[in-house]
């Protein structure tokens, strides 16, 4: 069986399928709807074959089903036929969740993506576990109003680099992972992991992706 996954941010989608090795990208934005996406996606990826899809989705996703619509696209997400769309079988998870169980390694893993917000997910003994710790009451606000962009620009690097080792060291006390990969378009602005965590790769995106098919 041939994989088409779709890895949906706020500024780009990105795409690749099974047996290719370098993957087609273009721009999203506040103004993509869920029909634009597909359109642009099944053109780009014509001359590949593929039998199902993985969709990663920035946003909440439950029991397979888009459960808001996303902060920096644009609107009729809630209720899109993807099927229909792409006339095969899609599978939607959160773009977090799909990063994390393509970084799964063993154990209990804790991801967590910092980007336009705080993504997060568990994955245990193989078992996926999407999370929103974001919302997480921390100090006055919330977690992700602290680690999100908002919060990197907000603070300046060092500051808000300060309060990622906080936040993490507390959620490594409050559930015990035996691994935490720290992934997202910022996990770059670290100037050092927090200790006990790995980077993530945006690659494993893909991976996940591809892992939603296996039995």
């Known amino acids: 069986m041939k994989v088409l996954v779709v890895d ?11 047996g290719q090795v370098e993957p087609h990208r273009f721009r999203s934005g506040p103004k993509m709807t869920p029909e634009e996406m597909a ?8 001359p590949w074959k593929y039998d199902v899809v ?10 397979e089903r888009i459960a808001a619509e996303p902060r920096n696209l644009g609107p009729g997400w809630i209720g899109f036929d993807f099927e229909a769309a792409f006339k095969c079988p899609v599978k939607l998870l959160n773009d977090a969740a799909m990063q ?11 991801f967590l993506g ?19 710790l974001g919302h997480l009451s921390y100090k006055n606000k919330t977690v992700e109003y602290y680690l999100g962009d908002k919060g990197l620009k907000r603070l300046g690097r060092e500051e808000w680099q300060r309060q990622v080792e906080l936040a993490v060291a507390r959620l490594i006390d409050a559930l ?3 691994d935490v990969v720290i992934g997202g378009g910022n996990a770059k602005n670290l100037k050092r992991l927090p200790p006990g965590c790995r980077e993530g790769r945006n690659a ?3 991976l996940g992706g591809f892992r939603l098919w296996v039995p």
């Open 8 to 18: 949906i941010g706020g500024t780009t989608v990105k795409m690749l399928a099974t």
């Open 114 to 132: 910092l980007g336009t917000g705080l993504g997060s997910a568990l994955v245990v003994a193989g078992h996926l576990v999407p999370m929103e």
């Open 54 to 63: 993985s969709i990663g989705y920035p946003g909440l996703v439950l029991e």
């Open 176 to 178: 015990h992972p035996d």
């Open 204 to 206: 494993n995106a893909f």
């Open 100 to 110: 994390a169980l393509g970084s799964y390694e063993s154990g209990t893993m804790l």
């Open 39 to 46: 359109s642009q996606v099944k053109a780009l990826a014509a």
